[in-house]
């Protein structure tokens, strides 16, 4: 009887490479991987982003979850206070304010006018902001020039007051407002786009398409723009904070989203003869314009940390 094997055994590479005393090669992390790993190494970034992803939930959710109508008026529940507090009532947990509206409701609901007013006025400025700083990188000479010092014109001005300035020309509102404040960043994300663009222009692929006859806007759109959206996303993240704020003082200010509306700036303008005998009126809108305005902040920190090469290492 033969006792030689009937087939034939197969080892794989990590397999062979115990035979051989050596570690199997370790698998390459995915970039999503890698930017979650430097991302979650700020812990200041993770809050930040738990708390923008609680904000967007309860602006998402917002008529759902909220107890009242934003704009219901209650005749018996003029200025009550927050439910832990002698007098206050779990219907209204965060009290109400001069005319009975539910504080907590137009929270909820302002939560939903505020987000929409910065992701608006981020998405418009990084369109027409990303469109002029290429233009000015591409097309240097009088183009450049042009566009370069209207926006030093543009930073030169104190932006809330170009802001009012805006909003007083075209009349005060919503959308009004959301335009002024867009074009009060503006130049932060043309000066983004074009110092990116410039450092992209001078690399070895950009000349390669260039010499195989590739166009300049496409050069700008398909080869230079996905290499430059790493500081542009920072900026935009970064840029909902302060759309945020100047939404809220134009609203604080009267210019900005109008009564009824339950825009935190506007919640603060009706609370101010309010402030001594009726702290709360004030208190709880302050305090979510701070904590939404510091977790922007804190996300976009984080972005720019685990997005920038150098950070990284």
């Known amino acids: 009887m033969s006792n030689?094997?009937?087939?034939?055994?197969?080892?794989?590479?990590?397999?062979l490479a115990a035979l051989a005393g050596l570690d199997a090669p370790a698998a390459q992390p995915t970039p999503w991987r890698e930017f979650w790993r430097h991302f979650s190494a700020n812990a200041g970034a993770v809050a930040g982003l738990v708390i923008v992803l609680a904000v967007l939930l309860i602006a998402v959710f917002a008529g759902v979850l909220a107890p009242h109508s934003p704009i219901a008026i209650d005749n018996a529940a003029y200025l009550k206070p927050p439910a832990w507090i002698s007098g206050g009532s779990w219907t209204y947990p965060l009290g109400t304010d001069a005319i009975g509206r539910d504080i907590l409701s137009r929270l909820m609901h302002g939560a939903r006018l505020s987000l929409s007013i910065g992701v608006a006025v981020v998405a418009l400025?990084?369109?027409?902001?990303?469109?002029?700083?290429?233009?000015?990188?591409?097309?240097?000479?009088?183009?450049?020039?042009?566009?370069?010092?209207?926006?030093?014109?543009?930073?030169?001005?104190?932006?809330?007051?170009?802001?009012?300035?805006?909003?007083?020309?075209l009349g005060p509102g919503l959308m009004n407002a959301m335009l002024a404040v867009a074009v009060v960043v503006l130049p932060h994300y043309v000066r983004t786009a074009r110092a990116a663009a410039l450092t992209e222009l001078s690399r070895d692929y950009v000349t390669a398409a260039r010499m195989v006859g590739a166009s300049d806007l496409r050069l700008m759109f398909r080869e230079v723009l996905p290499n430059c959206l790493a500081p542009l996303i920072v900026q935009a993240s970064l840029g909902v904070s302060t759309a945020i704020l100047d939404a809220a003082a134009l609203g604080f200010l009267g210019l900005g989203a109008q009564p009824p509306a339950p825009e935190w700036g506007t919640m603060l303008a009706d609370a101010r003869e309010f402030v001594l005998r009726a702290w709360w009126v004030v208190t709880f809108p302050g305090l979510v314009i701070l904590i939404t305005v510091l977790a922007f902040n804190l996300l976009g920190d984080g972005l720019r940390d685990a997005l920038d090469p150098k950070l990284k290492r």
Request: glycine share 8%; aromatic share 4%.
């Open 4 to 15: 030689e094997p009937t087939g034939t055994a197969t080892l794989t590479d990590s397999e």
């Open 125 to 169: 400025s990084v369109i027409v902001g990303t469109c002029l700083g290429m233009a000015a990188a591409f097309f240097r000479g009088v183009t450049e020039i042009a566009i370069m010092r209207l926006m030093d014109v543009l930073l030169s001005l104190p932006s809330l007051l170009l802001a009012i300035v805006i909003v007083a020309i």
